[in-house]
């Protein structure tokens, strides 16, 4: 089975820019990794977990959330087992936790959280103002 584990928070300036890596382990080399959908999602202090970013498992197709589109690109490479998270002009308000997430990809790409089974341990993003 495949595991997920994000990496590259840290802690930038309003307007600053971050990009986040998820990166895939278990299961044969590039094999199960293909199998899933990845999405971004992030969970702020006291709020629910918002749904941030998700793309198909051949990276063609992309969506995103109110507060990514314009300012966060997704990407992945299949030959690295890896999916990006390029993040421009953070705010304040982007600070939170972010994870991300595989879907099965005989399912839709889908915002719901509740669609996700492998999940990463998150990796914190703080913004100062």
């Known amino acids: 089975q495949v595991q997920l584990v994000e990496s590259g928070g840290g802690l930038v300036q309003t307007g600053g820019s971050l990009t986040l890596s998820c990166a895939a382990s278990g299961g044969t080399s590039g094999g199960t990794f293909i199998s899933y959908h990845i999405g971004w999602f992030r969970q702020a202090p006291g709020k629910e977990r918002e749904f941030v970013a998700a793309?198909?498992?051949?990276?063609?197709?992309?969506r995103y959330g109110d507060s990514a589109k314009g300012r966060f690109t997704a990407s992945r490479d299949n030959a690295k087992r890896t999916v990006s998270l390029q993040m421009n002009s953070l705010e304040p308000e982007d600070t939170a936790i972010y994870y991300c997430?595989?879907?099965?990809?005989?399912?839709?790409?889908?915002?719901?959280?509740?669609?996700?089974?492998?999940w990463g341990p998150g990796t914190q993003v703080t913004v100062s103002s």
């Open positions: 793309i198909t498992w051949t990276g063609a197709t992309t």
């Open positions: 997430a595989g879907l099965p990809r005989s399912r839709m790409l889908s915002v719901d959280v509740g669609e996700y089974d492998r």
